[in-house]
Nanobody, 125 residues
Framework: QVQLVESGGGSVQAGGSLRLSCVASGYILASGCMAWFRQAPGKEREAVAA???????KYTASVKGRFSVSGDNANNVLSLQMNTLKPEDSGMYFC???????????????????WGQGTQVTVSS
C-alpha cells in the first residue's frame, strides 16, 4: 500500500522560503514519477514540479528559477525547495506518485493514482 506524507508547510512573508518534504512508503521513488501539485481555494489543482526516474525535473513556468525539486532515492523522500515566495504561491501543496514515466503527462493530476493529504503554504504580502 502506497502512502505519501507531506510536511514543511507554513506561513511566510513574500520573499521568504519554505522546504516541503514528502515521505513515500510502499513506493520506490526511482521507479516512476513523483510530483508536487498545489490548489488554491476556488481554483483547480495545478502541477508545480515533478521528478522523473531518469533524474530529470520539470517545472511549471511560474516557479522556474525559484523552486527546486529533488529526490532522495535511498530514503524515498521527495523535496521541494521554494524560494522567493509570492502570495500567488499560496495553497495546499500535494505530493503525488505514479509507477510509470510522466515526461509528457506530469501536469495532469488524473495520471497520478497516489496522493498525500497535503500541506498548507500561505504567503503574505
Amino acid at each position: 500500500q502506497v502512502q505519501l506524507v507531506e510536511s514543511g508547510g507554513g506561513s511566510v512573508q513574500a520573499g521568504g522560503s519554505l522546504r516541503l518534504s514528502c515521505v513515500a512508503s510502499g513506493y520506490i521513488l526511482a521507479s516512476g514519477c513523483m510530483a508536487w501539485f498545489r490548489q488554491a481555494p476556488g481554483k483547480e489543482r495545478e502541477a508545480v514540479a515533478a521528478i522523473i526516474s531518469d533524474g530529470s525535473s520539470k517545472y511549471t513556468a511560474s516557479v522556474k528559477g525559484r523552486f527546486s525539486v529533488s529526490g532522495d532515492n535511498a530514503n524515498n523522500v521527495l523535496s521541494l525547495q521554494m524560494n522567493t515566495l509570492k502570495p500567488e504561491d499560496s495553497g495546499m501543496y500535494f505530493c503525488a506518485a505514479r509507477g510509470h514515466q510522466c515526461t509528457y503527462t506530469w501536469t495532469d493530476p488524473g495520471r497520478f493514482p497516489y496522493w498525500g493529504q497535503g500541506t498548507q503554504v500561505t504567503v503574505s504580502s
